[in-house]
């Protein structure tokens, strides 16, 4: 599933004053929100070999929506659902949708570190998307650091021999979507809370893939698949929610970098459950990936503090 660990940040949320305590406290929420995403991965790809891929994807937004309107609406009330620019929440969540749709499609065919590794170009996307699509400027230690970062997903996708595979081609329109669908969420963040982004994302997602889903539907074979498909939805939306809390108690240059630890938590999972170990290549072009990540976090969070 697509998990950018700076995505939340990106809306505005009502934050605490930053006492080391609180920060101390995201980064531990962060750390466990991170940690939910390789178990919802690992959900998911076990389900992708009996199961339709709109059946999964409708559980995975199903279960997050349940989770995020139990977790905000007794404080919110109907506001929670009040938005000031719906066209632009409901584009933000077809692309989520179709993001989620690709990542899913592909989960069964790439281990899921390498997922996870592909998956955290979105970041590298959205800066330099920011630059046409919201007029913002981009220096040139940034530019060169989503360059680095690219370089790195090459080393993953090896391209001689990865693009024959429809998978990686599939992770990496799961990408792009993403990052328009936080360029999106950077534009709505003007207009409304992130708790509301949060459940419009998962209720359109819904919506749309509960008026298909009947067509394609299997019940679920056992207890254990039962579960699974619990999980997806489980995992995704407890997850996004620690993140947003996360987000409510530290600067996110603090607390976003942290969010690459899924990839330890994938490259375990994959390990043990699927028997996949990442290769070298894999390993290099990760620790580039979120080393231009980072770097990125660290030096717009600058920028804006001088602009302060």
Request: proline share 6%; charged share 10%.
């Amino acid at each position: 599933m697509p998990n950018d660990p700076t995505a939340i940040s990106l809306t505005p949320v009502h934050a605490s004053p930053v006492r080391s305590g609180n920060v101390l406290r995201g980064m531990m929420l962060m750390c466990l929100g991170v940690m939910m995403f390789p178990f919802l991965n690992t959900c998911t790809k076990l389900l992708t070999a009996d199961y339709p891929v709109l059946q999964i994807v409708w559980a995975r937004f199903a279960g997050h929506l349940l989770l995020v309107v139990l977790a905000f609406l007794p404080k919110r009330g109907l506001g929670l659902f009040a938005v000031r620019r719906p066209a632009i929440q409901i584009g933000r969540s077809f692309l989520l949708l179709a993001a989620t749709a690709l990542f899913i499609s592909a989960i069964g065919r790439v281990p899921l570190a390498t997922a996870s590794a592909i998956g955290f170009t979105a970041p590298l996307m959205v800066t330099a998307l920011s630059v046409p699509l919201l007029g913002e400027t981009v220096g040139p230690r940034r530019w060169a650091a989503i360059l680095v970062g690219f370089a790195g997903a090459m080393l993953i996708i090896r391209p001689g021999a990865g693009f024959g595979d429809p998978a990686v081609l599939l992770l990496l329109g799961n990408a792009v979507c993403y990052a328009l669908y936080q360029i999106a969420t950077r534009r709505g963040s003007a207009y409304d809370t992130a708790e509301t982004g949060i459940v419009y994302a998962a209720l359109i997602g819904t919506l749309v893939t509960t008026i298909a889903v009947p067509f394609v539907f299997q019940m679920p074979d056992g207890l254990l698949d039962a579960f699974l498909f619990a999980g997806v939805g489980f995992f995704g939306g407890l997850g996004h929610y620690l993140l947003t809390k996360a987000f409510q108690l530290g600067a996110a240059a603090l607390i976003s970098p942290l969010g690459y630890a899924e990839l330890i938590g994938s490259t375990i999972l994959g390990f043990a459950i699927f028997g996949n170990l990442p290769d070298i290549w894999t390993i290099v072009g990760a620790a580039i990936i979120i080393a231009s990540g980072v770097y990125i976090a660290v030096r717009e969070y600058r920028l804006r503090a001088l602009a302060r």
